[in-house]
């Protein structure tokens, strides 16, 4: 009883503390803010009241953005979430030159808001663990669409990034490691769709480690130079089921400028590269970026003079590469020299590949950017399961393999375009408890997954790969009604069931 007295006397304090508040352009900030019709007026009121646990729900209008410096706790994060597309930002808060701004915070959600037409950044998080930012609009913002410095567990997903005027889409940045960024859109950016740089000089380790880059679509970036995934010192991660294609400068690249090492040690799988005609390699790999491994992945270019792979002699210890889809264009020089496909493999590299051919008996139609592969297509049952874990679905989450092997490129060919695995029902109550404003799904198969929707087929929630038997959705409380979940398991067959939630 001791015991108990105590955990209690530990967690009273969030207990009593967490509330849901209302933010409205029609509001004033001497309402309570506890209901619509009550609701505060400025979201950076509502940044200076909040504490751990606190949710700040937003209604329609356009808003100056908010700066927060206050933490929330594993249990208890603070939420920011606006209740519908027509949230926007339009001015910047009022300490930083960025839409949104978290600094010195942990535990803290953004969802939801468009942010557009900042001097900085769309969003900013800086000096700081576990933030996530989720299906925000961020452009034309000057700098970047989202930028992170020293935030470790980051969640970047579901964001669309575009039109930024100097710089990159998505910034991760100066030694922040664990991060996942998935789901997300990056298109029409000055340089980078997505950008990792560990900086060296900016303290820590130097290094962006364990980085899970999943499903991202990124396209028509770099104008001004750069990659459609760029990684200056990234380490020990992965990158796979994206999907990069006309992008202007190169595909993806791995090396080091500003970082303590090269980008070592990292997973290329399933990726689609499909360079525009003006653009670099389809992936640049030097300044001592070794033993990384490059399987199953669509590395084509429209240039007519260079093509899929450039590496140096520095990154070529513990180089892997096989089982992708390529042109007759390699480098050891950075282009300086050209070698054809048969030339690699003499030097041991790509031995099961594949040369491209007719892009148009690839892709459905790759001119109108579908990059689905056709029937027929030589990417079909030619690539190797050594790439799962991780791959065990692609980018339109249809699991592989679904014929006699794994497809190349982020896209599994499927007749029907749906999983073609058994279906089960799932009925009984044990699999799922609800612990307040948690769920935890048990008894799961490691490397499933998990997708919730709503009536409307909207993804309202997805886990990610999970190598547990359990796992909970934290912070459901911010969804009511009906809705369904599906799990997918690494056997080619799914269950399905249903959650009422009710609060």
Not at 80 to 101: C, E, M, R, Y
Not at 126 to 154: E, L, P
Not at 451 to 471: A, K, P, T
Request: charged share 15%; with cysteine; proline share 3%.
């Amino acid at each position: 009883m001791k015991l108990i007295f105590s955990v209690f006397l530990i967690l009273f304090p969030y207990l009593i503390q967490s509330s849901t508040y209302y933010v409205s352009n029609q509001g004033s900030n001497s309402n309570t803010g506890l209901y619509p019709d009550s609701a505060w007026e400025t979201l950076q009121y509502a940044s200076d009241q909040v504490v751990g646990g606190d949710t700040v729900l937003v209604l329609n209008g356009n808003y100056t953005g908010f700066d927060l410096r206050t933490s929330g706790n594993p249990y208890d994060p603070i939420v920011f979430k606006a209740l519908s597309d027509s949230v926007i930002i339009d001015n910047h808060n009022p300490v930083t030159n960025d839409g949104i701004n978290i600094e010195n915070a942990s535990w803290v959600w953004v969802e939801g808001f468009k942010i557009i037409d900042m001097p900085r950044a769309g969003i900013r998080a800086v000096v700081g663990s576990n933030i996530t930012i989720r299906n925000n609009f961020c452009h034309q913002n000057y700098r970047w669409g989202i930028f992170t410095g020293f935030v470790d567990s980051a969640l970047i997903e579901y964001n669309e990034c575009c039109y930024t005027d100097d710089e990159h889409g998505i910034y991760f940045s100066n030694s922040g490691d664990y991060p996942v960024i998935r789901y997300n859109i990056c298109h029409h950016n000055s340089c980078c769709g997505i950008h990792m740089n560990g900086d060296e000089s900016m303290g820590g380790d130097g290094l962006i480690s364990f980085a899970s880059v999943e499903g991202n679509i990124i396209y028509e970036n770099g104008a001004t130079g750069g990659s459609g995934i760029n990684c200056d010192g990234v380490a020990q991660s992965v990158i796979f089921n994206n999907l990069l294609f006309f992008n202007h400068a190169s595909g993806i690249s791995l090396y080091r400028i500003d970082a303590s090492a090269g980008s070592y040690q990292n997973k290329i799988y399933n990726n689609t590269i499909v360079q525009a005609g003006d653009a670099r390699w389809a992936l640049n790999i030097n300044t001592e970026s070794v033993d990384d491994t490059v399987y199953n992945n669509i590395l084509i270019t429209l240039h007519s003079y260079r093509g899929s792979i450039s590496i140096d002699s520095s990154s070529l210890p513990g180089f892997h590469s096989d089982y992708n889809l390529v042109n007759d264009r390699m480098t050891l020089d950075q282009g300086n020299t050209v070698i054809s496909l048969a030339q690699w493999q003499n030097m041991g590299y790509d031995q099961h590949s594949w040369l491209a051919g007719d892009y148009n008996s690839i892709f459905v139609n790759y001119p109108s950017n579908d990059f689905h592969l056709q029937s027929a297509s030589i990417a079909v049952d030619n690539g190797t399961s050594m790439v799962n874990p991780p791959v065990g679905y692609d980018l339109d989450s249809i699991i592989r393999p679904q014929g006699s092997g794994f497809d190349i490129g982020a896209y599994e060919y499927s007749s029907t375009g749906v999983e073609n695995g058994n279906i089960t029902e799932l009925t009984s109550p044990s699999l799922i408890t609800y612990k307040g404003n948690q769920i935890l799904f048990s008894g799961l198969n490691p490397l499933s997954r998990i997708m919730v929707i709503d009536l409307c087929g909207r993804i309202i929630h997805q886990s990610g790969i999970i190598f547990n038997h359990s796992y909970t959705w934290q912070n459901c409380e911010n969804n009511s009604g009906l809705l369904f979940f599906i799990i997918y398991n690494q056997n080619t067959s799914k269950a399905q069931g249903k959650l009422l939630l009710i609060h």
